[in-house]
């Protein structure tokens, strides 16, 4: 199982970016997928999750209101929209993959996934 994360970039302070995430010959279908940052010097965070139950989705409170995670109706791919993008939202951004039904407590927690895909890189400037 290989995911494969896109869209990052340099963006101004206030600007937005679209993450995908598409899994390398398979369909996303069935999986929790779930969005990570990684910022230099800080450990890697959890920045939202989509359910494999229901598409029921979760998100830090850092990104809430600014960020919308969702499947495209062929469930190939997950998107991450990120808006009103600041200076401290700067980090590699990865997707993960879990056959787990993900809910509030386990949703942002890196270790309940299993696969990982390469990161991609935002950088916000001020």
């Known amino acids: 199982v290989q995911l494969q994360a896109s869209g990052g970039g340099l963006v101004q302070t206030g600007g937005s970016l679209r993450l995908s995430c598409a899994g390398s010959g398979f369909s996303l279908d069935g999986y929790s997928i779930g969005w990570f940052r990684q910022a230099p010097g800080k450990e890697r965070e959890g920045v939202s999750c989509i359910s494999s139950s229901d598409d029921r989705v979760y998100y830090a409170e850092s990104v809430k209101g600014r960020f919308t995670m969702s499947r495209d109706n062929a469930k190939t791919t997950v998107n991450l929209q990120m808006n009103s993008l600041k200076p401290e939202d700067t980090a590699v951004y990865y997707c993960?993959?879990?056959?787990?039904?993900?809910?509030?407590?386990?949703?942002?927690?890196?270790?309940?996934?299993?696969?990982w895909g390469q990161g991609t890189l935002v950088t916000v400037s001020s």
């Open positions: 993960a993959g879990s056959w787990r039904t993900l809910i509030t407590s386990t949703a942002l927690i890196p270790s309940m996934y299993e696969y």
